[in-house]
């Protein structure tokens, strides 16, 4: 597509349920990052692929937070028992690899009630 | 402590002046973007750097690789110009990026 697409683009729901947030990459773009920004902060890194292979989960706050890239192209990321201190937007970016520029997405506002 | 800080934290400007907003980082880096966040909220790239500099329009970006600080620089700015600026720095030994928490700038007529 001509940009990194995210969907939904706005998601409540309760606490305790679990949530899959899409992200649909630049065409042929390798790279592919998920972030989390909180109100009034600068984006935080959650992890990233490298084609299918999740190559740094580091920044995954715990393990209730899980990210795949079956095929190297669209990527879910699926928060399970959410908690309100999810809450945030949540951003995907691509680039044609590490070293190139890097596009985002216009997020998922996420709002655990 | 947050491995990339920029200042200032917030810029108010009137048209026409030249702005300075300035990123420092303690790590060793393999390339330090420049980031524009709209007040809707999307997420735009100005420059990507690993050395010397760049420049865009009224966008100039540089980077001192020894001194561990880059600086993006707008001249004749516009109200148009106001927005967050963030700086984000990828380590050369990881593949993500790490982000400031951004500069807010404002432009007024």
């Known amino acids: 597509g001509a940009g990194v697409s995210q969907s939904p683009r706005y998601k409540v729901t309760k606490r305790g349920q679990d949530v899959a947030l899409r992200c649909d990459p630049i065409?042929?773009?390798?790279?592919l990052y998920w972030y989390r920004q909180a109100l009034g902060q600068g984006p935080e890194f959650l992890t990233y692929?490298?084609?299918?292979?999740?190559?740094?989960k580091s920044g995954l706050p715990n393990d209730r937070f899980s990210a795949e890239r079956p095929e190297g192209s669209i990527s879910t990321l699926t928060i399970q028992r959410t908690e309100q201190r999810d809450s945030a937007m949540y951003r995907c970016?691509?680039?044609?690899?590490?070293?190139?520029?890097?596009?985002f997405g216009s997020g998922t506002r996420l709002t655990v009630v | 402590k947050n491995e990339v800080e920029q200042s200032p934290q917030n810029l108010t400007a009137q048209e026409g002046e030249f702005i300075t907003i300035n990123c420092s980082y303690s790590v060793g880096i393999s390339a330090l973007h420049w980031l524009q966040q709209h007040p809707g909220g999307g997420i735009v790239s100005l420059f990507m750097?690993?050395?010397g500099k760049k420049k865009h329009g009224r966008l100039i970006a540089t980077i001192n690789i020894q001194e561990k600080h880059s600086s993006l620089h707008i001249t004749a700015s516009h109200p148009r110009d106001s927005a967050v600026y963030i700086c984000?720095?990828?380590?050369?030994?990881?593949?993500?990026?790490?982000f400031g928490k951004g500069t807010s700038l404002l432009v007024t007529p």
């Open positions: 692929f490298n084609y299918e292979a999740q190559q740094d």
């Open positions: 750097l690993s050395s």
């Open positions: 984000a720095v990828r380590s050369n030994s990881g593949y993500a990026l790490n």
């Open positions: 970016a691509s680039s044609l690899r590490v070293d190139r520029a890097v596009t």
């Open positions: 065409s042929g773009h390798v790279s």
